[in-house]
């Protein structure tokens, strides 16, 4: 009996290690599984706090420096913007609705573009029609006046057709396009006249440039709407003679 006890004894003693040994080696694991869970948390939390701190996409262009101006990029500016073309669409804009007329007829014909930009520009004030005293009252009230050009360096040579335009001042053409027309001349060249304007019609306008310019066979020429379509410019162009 005696034996018995001792052998069960030894038995539990056994089973008593045995769960021991497997309570600490679970205890480990679940040690091990922590700290692994707890690295990958904090390896999670510091990507998304670089995340954050890291914006999404770029700053837009227009957040960046601009670079100045140079004489070199301002002498490029002012060339005419070429097609290789043989016609050229020279024009003067104040608010730029002949500038948006000027650029369809360029891209119907295929034309070269060029603005004519004045030395001192137009402002608001000046162009106030109501007032006697604005710039614009004073100098189409003077036919001698011939305001400066800031950029005239397009060149004629080589173009067979000029589509001369500018809006309409006190039933004119701003004086300025007599600055550019005596300036320049138009042998052996088609030049069409166009103007945009409130309700004025083109008048003597065209005929009057063509006489201070002395050369080229100038045509009579139109009043374009400042909303004129490409396919309405290609019907205007087409009914020319």
Same mark, same amino acid.
């Given at each position: 009996?005696?034996?018995?006890?001792? +052998?069960?004894?030894?038995?539990?003693?056994?089973?008593?290690?045995?769960?021991? %040994? +497997?309570? $600490?080696? /679970?205890? !480990?694991?679940?040690?091990?599984?922590?700290?692994? /869970?707890?690295?990958?948390?904090?390896?999670?939390?510091?990507?998304?706090?670089?995340?954050? @701190?890291?914006?999404?996409? &770029?700053?837009?262009?227009?957040?960046? &420096?601009?670079?100045?101006?140079?004489?070199?990029?301002?002498?490029?500016?002012? @060339?005419?913007?070429?097609?290789?073309?043989?016609?050229?669409?020279?024009?003067?804009?104040?608010?730029?609705?002949?500038?948006?007329?000027?650029?369809?007829?360029?891209?119907?014909?295929?034309?070269?573009?060029?603005?004519?930009?004045?030395?001192?520009?137009? !402002?608001?004030?000046?162009?106030?029609?109501? =007032?006697?005293?604005?710039?614009?009252?004073? @100098?189409?009230?003077?036919? =001698?006046?011939?305001? $400066?050009?800031?950029?005239?360096?397009?060149?004629?040579?080589?173009?067979?057709?000029?589509?001369?335009?500018?809006?309409?001042?006190? %039933?004119?053409?701003?004086?300025?396009?007599?600055?550019?027309?005596?300036?320049? +001349?138009?042998?052996?060249?088609?030049?069409?006249?166009?103007?945009?304007?409130? %309700? +004025?019609?083109?008048?003597? !306008?065209?005929?009057?440039?063509?006489?201070?310019?002395?050369?080229? *066979?100038?045509?009579? %020429?139109?009043?374009?709407?400042a909303g004129i379509s490409e396919s309405e410019?290609?019907?205007?162009? *087409?009914?020319?003679?």
């Amino acid at each position: 009996m005696k034996k018995m006890m001792i +052998s069960l004894a030894a038995v539990l003693c056994m089973i008593g290690f045995t769960a021991c %040994g +497997s309570t $600490a080696s /679970t205890s !480990s694991a679940k040690n091990t599984t922590e700290q692994t /869970t707890e690295a990958v948390q904090e390896t999670q939390t510091q990507q998304d706090q670089q995340t954050a @701190e890291t914006p999404e996409t &770029a700053q837009p262009d227009e957040d960046k &420096a601009v670079p100045e101006k140079t004489e070199e990029t301002s002498a490029a500016a002012d @060339e005419p913007e070429s097609a290789g073309s043989d016609t050229i669409v020279v024009y003067f804009s104040a608010t730029g609705t002949t500038k948006g007329v000027a650029e369809r007829i360029a891209k119907v014909t295929d034309a070269d573009i060029f603005e004519i930009v004045a030395a001192e520009p137009y !402002s608001d004030a000046d162009l106030d029609w109501n =007032d006697k005293n604005s710039r614009t009252t004073i @100098e189409m009230n003077d036919p =001698d006046v011939r305001p $400066a050009i800031a950029n005239d360096t397009v060149d004629l040579n080589g173009y067979t057709t000029v589509y001369i335009g500018y809006p309409i001042w006190w %039933g004119d053409a701003p004086r300025i396009m007599s600055t550019f027309v005596e300036a320049h +001349s138009f042998d052996g060249k088609t030049v069409i006249p166009f103007c945009t304007s409130g %309700g +004025s019609s083109i008048g003597r !306008s065209g005929s009057d440039l063509a006489s201070k310019a002395g050369s080229g *066979n100038w045509l009579d %020429g139109d009043r374009l709407d400042a909303g004129i379509s490409e396919s309405e410019i290609q019907d205007w162009i *087409n009914g020319l003679n």
